[in-house]
Every structure is written in C-alpha cells, then in structure tokens.
C-alpha cells in the first residue's frame, strides 16, 4: 500500500506561481511513475505531467508544457509541480499519482485532492 500526501495548493492571481508537493510513503518498488491530474469543476480528470522515478523522464500535457515543471527528490520520495504563468483555465483540484505496474499489472494510487484557484 502507497500514502500519498500532498501540500501546497491555495489562491494565486493570474500569471502568479505555485508550487504543489507529494510525499510517497509506504511498500513500493523502483519501477513506478509519479505525476499530477486534475479536474475542473464539471470536467473530467485529465492528465498534467509525471515522471518516471528510474531515470526522471518527463511528459507533460500540452496545456501546461512551458508553465508547468515536475520534478523529484529521490531521498525525500517527493515529487513536485512547479507552475508558473498560470492562467484561470488553470483553475482545478490538483490529485497526486502513484503509477506502477508489477508482473504487467497495474495499480493506480491517489492522493486526496488540492485545489488551485486562479483568479482574473
């Protein structure tokens, strides 16, 4: 079983900054991904960006790709997401994931949720 807990979150003015962390904790092996969803209200969780925790490889979704940073630190098992020059649209429930996938099966963990708001 993987805890995730997460921090950061809050209100921030249009093409402000903010900073979101994850904490991992818990029974897990090398072989998993970390990243950030997010739902808007009335819309569907949709992907933002994660990285891998081998080697620290990178995807983001297009609508954060420039803004958006996502990083780890190995030894605090913590992930981040640096967001830079955000904009209203931006405005959603942050959830943290934990993504790994053992003899091909995977399992998917959550964090509870940390709202962003954007204000104009």
């Known amino acids: 079983q993987v805890h995730l807990g997460e921090s950061g979150g809050g209100l921030v003015q249009r093409g402000g900054s903010m900073r979101l962390s994850c904490a991992a904790s818990g029974r897990k092996n090398s072989n998993y991904v970390m990243g950030w969803f997010r739902q808007a209200p009335g819309k569907e969780r949709e992907f933002v960006a994660s990285v891998s925790w081998d080697v620290g490889a990178t995807v983001y979704a297009d609508s954060v790709k420039g803004r958006f940073t996502i990083s780890r630190d190995v030894a605090q098992e913590t992930t981040y997401l640096q967001m830079n020059a955000l904009k209203p649209d931006d405005t959603a429930a942050y959830y943290c994931?934990?993504?790994?996938?053992?003899?091909?099966?995977?399992?998917?963990?959550w964090g509870h949720g940390i709202r962003v708001t954007v204000s104009s």
């Open positions: 994931n934990f993504s790994t996938v053992v003899s091909g099966v995977r399992t998917d963990y």
